[in-house]
């Protein structure tokens, strides 16, 4: 990924973003994501699911569970 910042001597950029670490347990794994403070957090989490190739179901599938959901609690 090419940034505009300049490469500091310890690694980091000078360029306002910093490297947030997860751990995303029901995978065990541990993702990194270059982000800024203009990110919101709905941002960060479409970052991760793109950056785990982990694709939500269609909305049309989601639906459909919660219909059944909905039918199974009697509502």
Known sequence: MALDGIR???GCYADG???LKMHV???HRDVSLRV???IH???VML?????LGIFPVS????????SLLYSDLGM
């Open 8 to 10: 500091m001597p310890d």
């Open 17 to 19: 973003t910093w490297e």
């Open 25 to 27: 347990t029901d995978l």
């Open 36 to 38: 800024t403070g203009e």
């Open 41 to 43: 957090i709905g941002g």
């Open 47 to 51: 970052k991760l699911v793109e950056k």
């Open 59 to 66: 909305p049309a599938r989601c639906c459909n569970d919660c």
